[in-house]
C-alpha cells in the first residue's frame, strides 16, 4: 500500500522568512512524487514533480522540494515567502504512470504580514 | 480562461434528490477525472477516465454513477443524496503517460440539507 503524510495541518511564517512544508510517503519502491497547491476557492495547481534523477527539483514561484530516498520524504522549500503564497499545499504520490493520484492531508500555510 | 469548466460552482439540494455535476475540459486530454473534497477526507479520489472509458473506479457507492457523453466531458450524477455527500466536487484532466501532471477545475460545491 502507499500513502502520504503531511504532518503539519497548519504552518505560520512571517513574510520574507524561510519556509519547509515537510511530507513523508510510504511505498515500496521509488514513487512519483509531487507538491501541489490550492489557493482560496479555485482547483489544485501542480507547483513540481519528482520522477528521478536530481533529488532537488525546482518548481514554479521558487518552491524547490529535495527527495530523500533514505528518509522517505520529499519536503517543500522556499527562500522567502510572500504573503501571497498563502494557501494549501498538498504532497502527493503516484506508484507509476497509469496510476491515479494519493494526495496528503494538505497543509494551510499562513504568511503574516 | 478557465480550461476545465465545472457547473455549477454551488448548488444546495434536499436529502434524496438527485444532481449532475458538469465538467467540460478544453485542453485536448485524453484522462479526467473525479475528486471529492471534505473536512472529513481532504482530498479523495473517485473515479479515472481514459478514452471515455472507465479505468478506476474508488467510490463504493452506486450512487455515483460518471457519464462521458464526449471526449471532453465527464460529468457526475449522483442519486439519492445525504448530507453526507456535501463536499466540494474537483474534475481535473491529463494527457495518459502524463503522471501527476493533473489539472483541475475550480470544483462546485455542493451542500445537502
Known amino acids: 500500500a502507499q500513502s502520504v503524510t503531511q504532518p503539519d495541518a497548519r504552518v505560520t511564517v512571517s513574510e520574507g522568512a524561510s519556509l519547509q512544508l515537510r511530507c513523508k510517503y510510504s511505498?515500496?519502491?521509488?514513487?512519483?512524487l509531487f507538491w501541489y497547491v490550492q489557493y482560496p476557492r479555485q482547483g489544485l495547481q501542480l507547483l513540481l514533480k519528482?520522477?528521478?534523477?536530481?533529488?532537488v527539483v525546482q518548481g514554479v514561484n521558487s518552491f524547490e522540494a529535495e527527495f530523500s530516498k533514505s528518509n522517505s520524504s520529499f519536503h517543500l522549500q522556499k527562500a522567502s515567502v510572500h504573503w501571497s503564497d498563502s494557501a494549501v499545499y498538498f504532497c502527493?504520490?503516484?506508484?507509476?504512470?497509469?496510476?491515479?493520484?494519493?494526495f496528503g492531508d494538505g497543509t494551510q500555510l499562513v504568511v503574516k504580514p | 480562461d478557465p480550461k476545465i469548466i465545472q457547473k455549477p460552482k454551488y448548488l444546495v439540494a434536499v436529502t434524496g434528490s438527485e444532481k449532475i455535476l458538469i465538467c467540460e475540459q478544453y485542453?485536448?486530454?485524453?484522462?479526467m477525472y473525479w475528486y471529492r473534497q471534505s473536512a472529513k477526507k481532504p482530498l479523495e479520489f473517485m473515479f479515472s477516465?481514459?478514452?471515455?472509458?472507465?479505468?478506476d473506479n474508488q467510490t463504493a457507492s452506486s450512487r455515483f454513477q460518471p457519464q462521458s457523453s464526449k471526449k471532453n466531458h465527464l460529468d457526475l450524477q449522483i442519486t439519492a443524496l445525504k448530507p453526507d455527500d456535501s463536499a466540494t466536487y474537483f474534475c481535473?484532466?491529463?494527457?495518459?503517460?502524463?503522471?501527476?501532471?493533473?489539472?483541475f477545475g475550480e470544483g462546485s460545491k455542493l451542500t445537502v440539507l
Open positions: 481535473a484532466s491529463s494527457q495518459s503517460g502524463n503522471t501527476g501532471q493533473l489539472y
Open positions: 511505498y515500496s519502491a521509488t514513487p512519483y
Open positions: 519528482y520522477y528521478s534523477g536530481d533529488p
Open positions: 502527493a504520490l503516484s506508484k507509476n504512470s497509469n496510476n491515479r493520484i494519493f
Open positions: 485542453l485536448g486530454h485524453n484522462a
Open positions: 477516465y481514459s478514452y471515455q472509458k472507465l479505468m
